[in-house]
């Protein structure tokens, strides 16, 4: 015969917050309980009751509604309600009523109380955001997260970095790098970091090309070098590096430069990862070289999980041994080609424009060229980008299916045919050559001409903001909002019927790609043009295009769904499968599931934002 207590903690154990305690509190907390059955209809809650009490739903189902009998929401297994009232003392704001039959725990203040006093972690879980919530979910228990990994790269730097003006003589910046025992100086003018001489240049661009002395330093600096926010892991710091084959990195902070960290200081950190993978893509001479470098990506994919880093910070790594992969393999291709005819940019779309590729990903990229460009010129950028989309396809990035590709003429044009693209997708917008076409609105450039890239940017702004702007806006609002949230009436998950992935969700179908298209919905009609889903968050707040509430949700929402993508492609790579996005809600923690549960209802609530604002 089951013990009844027993029963209780085991559910209690399941169910945040009260996962978060000891286990002797979580027994105290069981026999606190008292267990009510309801049927439905029945109002367990009135407005401007005085509430004594913590509702933990069992079984069943509750909405509440408010004193003009208007819906607010609703609440299933495992939810708790009654809190806002129970922690300020105020009265009650909501009728709760039982939609369902079924079982309701309830436990007295005191009870409550006493478990607050006792778990600060317990106390602070109902006052926490729901952003803090959907992430928290995520986080591995008593774990510091400072792993070598998530070590900030500012806490490598001993020393303020040594500054030099232009004009400044390159027989001075060597002595001052001499006197400060440096390998590096920082050419600024004003505030702006113009350029970087390192001792390499001294030999190569000076020694060994008999230059004067007296010189300025400009003459010889490597201009508008790559910098990096001193907040950023130590593994992106050496992904950027090693992927520019560059031995000196400025970080920053504010947009001022706080310090200079070398390839030798991360050679000081002792580690057993593979952190040197995108050192050897720098250094493969062949793409048969490159091939074998990219076979262990998947290794590293699991070892920065297991390491402690955060799953919904992964893409953001794997993103950036593609763009190394990418760069290196144009570069490979240009000793076999020769110097390019005219500048141009490497553009990539989709998941790898917003930084947000997990272990399985396919290609999504362009060319755009100068329109000065010399006749022939496409002949050139089209062998490039046939060497390019091959290499990629043999590193294990699959070739587009819809062939957006820049082996593909309509996707590798001169700057012009890019704005004729943009405008004409702007001025006359045919709906159903909006969806087809949405990809290209996460859009960034990998390698090349800086101004070539900045200008479709500009134009792709323009889109959301032309004369068609009202159609156009509106086609990829349907998009966004057409989505099925895999969520039933009771709050409980939709999941597949039949198939070989039945008993699923399918996470990235039912969640990432609605929340994304959303976002990208919302910034583009404010004009917002960075690509990843983060940042377009963050801009749009900072402009006042999004609440704090709605930017804090939907911020939440997405982590937390990206980093359940991740993990369960981790897992599957661990098992050598096939990775795939169905995810089983009986392999992840109660915790997690009430998580997910959150997130799909915020991708509904904006969803019925975009309805209201673009009906059709």
């Not at 979580?26 to 009490?53: C, I, K, M, Q």
């Not at 369902?100 to 607050?116: H, K, N, Q």
């Not at 609440?547 to 769904?561: E, I, T």
Request: glycine share 8%; net charge neutral; with cysteine.
């Amino acid at each position: 015969m089951s013990n009844p207590l027993a029963d209780v903690e085991k559910f209690l154990e399941e169910t945040p917050p009260f996962d978060l305690l000891d286990p002797e509190l979580r027994h105290r907390a069981a026999a606190a309980v008292e267990a009510v059955y309801r049927r439905t209809g029945s109002v367990l809650l009135e407005v401007g009751d005085h509430n004594e009490t913590l509702y933990v739903i069992r079984r069943g189902a509750v909405e509440a509604h408010d004193r003009h009998g208007n819906f607010v929401d609703r609440y299933g297994e495992g939810e708790s309600f009654g809190l806002q009232s129970l922690l300020t003392g105020k009265p009650v704001r909501f009728r709760i009523t039982m939609i369902e039959d079924g079982l309701v725990w309830m436990m007295p203040r005191r009870a409550f109380d006493e478990l607050r006093a006792k778990s600060s972690e317990f106390g602070t879980y109902y006052l926490r955001s729901l952003e803090e919530r959907l992430i928290a979910a995520l986080q591995p228990r008593n774990s510091s997260g400072q792993t070598l990994f998530m070590t900030p790269m500012g806490e490598l730097v001993r020393s303020e970095p040594i500054v030099v003006t232009p004009q400044t003589t390159i027989a001075e910046a060597a002595r001052s790098m001499s006197r400060n025992g440096v390998s590096s100086v920082l050419v600024n003018d004003g505030n702006r970091v113009r350029g970087i001489v390192t001792d390499r240049d001294l030999r190569n661009r000076v020694l060994a090309e008999g230059r004067n002395p007296e010189e300025p330093v400009a003459a010889i600096m490597t201009a508008d070098p790559l910098t990096l926010d001193a907040s950023s892991p130590v593994l992106e710091g050496i992904l950027a590096m090693a992927g520019r084959g560059i031995h000196h990195l400025p970080l920053t902070r504010d947009q001022q430069v706080v310090g200079m960290v070398t390839t030798r200081d991360l050679m000081t950190l002792q580690t057993q990862h593979p952190l040197y993978l995108a050192a050897q893509v720098q250094k493969a001479g062949s793409i048969e070289a490159l091939v074998k470098v990219c076979r262990q990506v998947p290794k590293l994919f699991e070892l920065m999980l297991a390491s402690g880093m955060r799953a919904e910070q992964v893409p953001k790594v794997l993103t950036t041994i593609n763009d190394a992969v990418t760069r290196r393999l144009i570069g490979l291709a240009q000793q076999q080609l020769g110097p390019p005819p005219a500048p141009f940019a490497w553009l990539v779309f989709g998941s790898q424009a917003r930084a947000e590729q997990s272990i399985k990903t396919d290609q999504d990229n362009g060319l755009v060229y100068a329109d000065d460009a010399p006749p022939g010129a496409d002949a050139w950028f089209a062998a490039l980008a046939r060497i390019v989309c091959d290499g990629l396809d043999a590193c294990g990035y699959p070739y587009c299916p819809g062939k957006i590709m820049a082996t593909t003429p309509e996707w590798r044009q001169p700057l012009a045919g890019w704005l004729q693209h943009f405008r004409n997708w702007a001025a006359v917008p045919d709906p159903g050559a909006v969806l087809r076409i949405s990809i290209f609105f996460d859009l960034r450039a990998v390698h090349g001409d800086a101004p070539l890239a900045e200008q479709i940017r500009q134009a792709l702004g323009e889109c959301g903001t032309g004369s068609g702007k009202g159609v156009f806006i509106a086609a990829l609002a349907r998009q966004a909002a057409g989505y099925d949230v895999p969520l039933g009436f009771f709050r409980r998950f939709v999941l597949a019927s039949k198939g070989e992935h039945r008993e699923t969700l399918e996470i990235k179908a039912s969640g990432l790609m609605p929340l994304t298209d959303l976002v990208r919905v919302r910034a583009l009609e404010a004009g917002v043009t960075v690509p990843g889903t983060q940042a377009r968050i963050a801009e749009m707040l900072e402009a006042g295009r999004l609440s704090r509430r709605d930017a804090d949700r939907l911020s939440g929402a997405h982590l937390l769904l990206a980093g359940l993508r991740v993990r369960l492609h981790a897992e599957q790579v661990r098992r050598g499968e096939e990775p795939h996005n169905h995810l089983d809600p009986r392999t992840i923690s109660h915790a997690e599931r009430a998580a997910l549960r959150e997130a799909f209802l915020v991708i509904r609530e904006a969803q019925r934002g975009l309805i209201l604002d673009f009906p059709r």
